[in-house]
């Protein structure tokens, strides 16, 4: 392998580098969003502390999303 094959920065400097697509990460957001509050308002559901519907969720999920988007900006 010649000098010239040879990574100059590694993968820790193209990532530095790289800004992404914001619509990608909105999209990564909003799924593991609704996921995790899937599993919180089923777990509550499971202890009796709220009833699992559509509206807690969906609920949940924007409470979540809002929150990790402010905390990443």
Do not use: C
């Not at 914001?22 to 089923?42: E, M, Y």
């Not at 999303?65 to 402010?70: K, L, R």
Request: net charge negative.
């Amino acid at each position: 392998m010649s000098e010239d094959d040879a990574d100059d920065g590694g993968f820790s400097e193209g990532a530095a580098r790289s800004e992404g697509n914001p619509w990608v990460v909105q999209g990564l957001n909003a799924v593991l969003s609704t996921l995790f509050a899937l599993g919180i308002v089923g777990g509550l559901e499971f202890i009796g502390a709220m009833a699992f519907t559509l509206v807690n969720v969906a609920t949940a999920a924007a409470l979540i999303f809002t929150i990790s988007y402010v905390a990443t900006r």
